[in-house]
């Protein structure tokens, strides 16, 4: 009888709350409140309470204090004098591959200059001490009193060591460490495990659907198992519920608690009214706990957005799907008709220019690549408070731009974020939320460069994305590969995945980098492994860097250098034209399975076409690889060398042999 009273008081609540905000939820995010229970701080001696115990703490540099304090008696004090010491402050704690940590420290800090300022991040490393990723959110500088600095982290699945770090944290790019005064305290690490996830796959786009499409809806549920580990079940609970506070449906699911992630389909209800609904979800956990509460937005249209991510992912335009392979722009100028011309000839059908945002005559800029047939992400990446110097009126300004260029026909999407990380969460959902209400015929598009920071983003935007940049500073392109992968896999096909390729020079940004500009094959072979993890748009980065070899001419000097772009340029093209003539394929999304041997270092996968099977394939190291698998029933090779793949046959599996960095298409005839 409690629990029945209980459910009860909570839709009565629901539905009284649907009904005085029914226009705020049909235009909002889809909004999630879970009750997990907290898990321990990992970090031992967290306040230095018991001196410098369980930290590393390289002599002569900081030491504990018991004059100054945010809680109990003690701090971690450190002073820098010398902008060349560069130190941090560290401890190992025992968390596990796939834990989702959240890490903070309370900071106070007295004349800090330079670099980015006090920080804490968390890192990890692979059994052989190599660096894997880390987290590493912004601090601040100059005179502050205790504030709470950190961010999310996910230990990957090879970390045999994740640890948690203080420091002064230098830019980008610079060898130089900043200089002042910082007291660190009340450092804390904490597994958050959720109870439940709950994602809905379908209608994936906002909440979108077309009046008479009887497509099933999907969420993908996940419950975490009970702390005794005994096998128990939860239930799903969903309601839809309309725009003046009526139950049109419900339904009960009923899925084990076990940590695994499941979808749950629901049976669409027919000839539903053009109009705003909410799909509202709360589940119980095994002891009977409401534990999760979820609303999502649903719009029943007459008409399919002009432009939105469809059930696969890719993006639609006046009803085709459509591939962005675009550059990013820096400069006003480099969106003049000599530019375009040249970006619109060399095979590129979409532009980001950062200048837009905040450089002058917005809309010229949209006519003149429509004019040019180009495609605009237009960016408002700026425009948040503490950026470009717009303060608490920069969410205005963004819905100014919003307002007026909605209906530009050059308009592909909005460029909501560049690299800003979780702890940029909540100004991301006020930025979506602000996008979904003013234009719904637009996606939002952000880029992150953490895997962590790509999962925190799925609902705050409809199109993910990564940039790996692995030419010029790794031993390999593998991260391409990694991070298309897990960008896919977080966006589950509901969301758009645009990967950002590298066509600069990392010695540009980079001193410490030796002059690598990416040649022809690493460029192509950055595109197929795109295409073959799952990308369905390459926005390259980027035309502006093409002029410079070095930090000194593009920041010192600011010598462009045009015969060397024009040669970099060519390779370009080059690249482009060959995966323009790719991206049909991609489109057509008929792909076929293969049963490829566990960690191959040749990247395939496989896409029918007509009467051929294109196998698309890129070996990611700068030596000669080969893999070995059976071919899919009914197909051949016919011929055994196509470009750079070389391929033999024997005992029922072919081999293919790849060069350093090779990729390319492979065809298969039918038998």
């Known amino acids: 009888m409690k629990k029945q009273q209980t459910q009860k008081y909570f839709w009565a609540t629901a539905l009284a709350l649907l009904s005085m905000t029914a226009c705020a939820f049909a235009q909002s995010i889809p909004s999630v409140t879970s009750l997990p229970e907290n898990s321990p701080n990992l970090v031992q001696n967290a306040g230095f309470e018991n001196g410098s115990a369980n930290w590393h703490i390289p002599e002569n540099t900081a030491q504990v204090t018991g004059d100054v304090a945010h809680h109990g008696k003690s701090s971690l004090y450190y002073k820098n004098d010398s902008e060349d010491q560069y130190k941090t402050f560290t401890q190992?704690?025992?968390?596990?591959?796939?834990?989702?940590?959240?890490?903070?420290?309370?900071?106070?800090?007295?004349?800090?200059?330079?670099?980015k300022g006090v920080g804490v991040y968390m890192q990890s490393a692979d059994a052989d001490g190599k660096y894997i990723n880390g987290s590493f959110p912004v601090g601040y500088g100059g005179t502050r009193d205790w504030n709470r600095i950190g961010s999310e982290y996910i230990v990957p699945a090879n970390a045999a060591k994740v640890t948690v770090g203080l420091y002064l944290q230098r830019a980008h790019g610079e060898i130089k460490a900043p200089v002042g005064t910082v007291w660190f305290d009340d450092i804390n690490v904490q597994i958050q495990k959720p109870a439940i996830h709950s994602f809905l796959l379908f209608p994936n786009y906002r909440g979108t659907v077309k009046q008479g499409d009887n497509t099933p809806w999907k969420y993908e549920v996940q419950v975490a198992p009970t702390q005794n580990g005994n096998e128990a079940t939860a239930k799903v609970f969903t309601k839809l519920i309309s725009s003046s506070g009526e139950l049109v449906f419900q339904q009960e699911d009923a899925i084990a608690a076990d940590g695994q992630a499941k979808q749950l389909a629901l049976k669409a209800p027919q000839n539903l009214w053009v109009g705003d609904y909410?799909?509202?979800?709360?589940?119980?956990d095994p002891s009977g706990e409401l534990r999760v509460i979820s609303n999502y937005p649903i719009h029943i249209v007459s008409k399919m957005p002009k432009v939105y991510i469809d059930a696969s992912g890719f993006t639609v335009v006046n009803g085709k799907r459509f591939f962005p392979m675009g550059v990013y722009l820096r400069d006003a100028s480099d969106s003049n008709d000599e530019?375009?011309?040249?970006?619109?000839?060399?095979?590129?059908?979409?532009?980001?220019?950062?200048?837009?945002?905040?450089?002058?005559?917005?809309?010229?800029?949209?006519?003149?690549?429509?004019?040019?047939?180009?495609?605009?992400v237009f960016s408002i990446k700026d425009l948040y408070p503490e950026q470009a110097n717009h303060g608490e009126d920069a969410f205005n300004i963004a819905t100014k731009y919003i307002n007026s260029l909605h209906d530009e026909p050059a308009l592909l999407a909005w460029y909501a974020s560049d690299e800003m990380g979780a702890r940029w969460l909540p100004k991301l959902r006020k930025m979506y939320n602000i996008a979904n209400l003013l234009d719904p015929n637009h996606p939002t598009f952000q880029v992150q460069n953490k895997v962590v920071d790509i999962e925190a983003a799925f609902n705050t935007t409809d199109i993910l994305g990564a940039d790996p940049y692995p030419i010029g500073r790794a031993d390999d392109l593998t991260q391409t590969s990694i991070h298309t992968r897990s960008?896919?896999?977080?966006?589950?096909?509901?969301?758009?995945?645009?990967?950002v390729p590298q066509i600069f020079n990392w010695s540009v940004y980079d001193k410490?980098?030796?002059?690598?500009?990416?040649?022809?094959?690493?460029?192509?072979?950055?595109?197929?492994?795109?295409l073959i993890g799952g990308a369905k748009g390459l926005i390259w980065y980027s035309y502006f860097d093409l002029p410079y070899k070095s930090y000194e001419e593009k920041y010192k000097t600011r010598q462009k250098d045009m015969a060397y772009f024009e040669t970099r340029w060519k390779d370009i093209t080059s690249m482009a034209s060959e995966i323009d003539a790719v991206i049909p394929l991609i489109l057509q999304d008929k792909k076929v399975s293969l049963q490829l041997p566990e960690n191959a270092p040749i990247e395939v996968n496989a896409w029918q076409s007509d009467d051929a099977l294109l196998l698309l394939m890129a070996n990611s190291y700068y030596t000669e690889k080969n893999i070995t698998f059976a071919l899919p029933d009914g197909w051949k090779i016919k011929d055994a060398e196509q470009g750079a793949i070389k391929s033999t046959f024997s005992n029922g599996k072919a081999t293919f042999t790849l060069p350093s960095v090779g990729s390319g298409v492979f065809r298969l005839v039918k038998n």
């Open 92 to 115: 190992e704690v025992d968390a596990n591959p796939g834990d989702h940590v959240f890490f903070s420290a309370w900071v106070k800090t007295k004349d800090v200059v330079g670099g």
């Open 278 to 284: 909410t799909l509202l979800q709360y589940m119980e």
């Open 339 to 376: 530019n375009l011309t040249r970006i619109a000839a060399g095979g590129f059908n979409t532009i980001l220019s950062y200048a837009y945002g905040t450089a002058k005559n917005p809309e010229t800029y949209l006519k003149r690549a429509q004019s040019h047939n180009l495609k605009v």
């Open 512 to 530: 410490k980098y030796p002059d690598h500009a990416p040649t022809l094959d690493e460029m192509r072979n950055q595109a197929y492994q795109a």
């Open 487 to 499: 960008t896919a896999q977080v966006a589950r096909n509901a969301k758009g995945v645009w990967i």
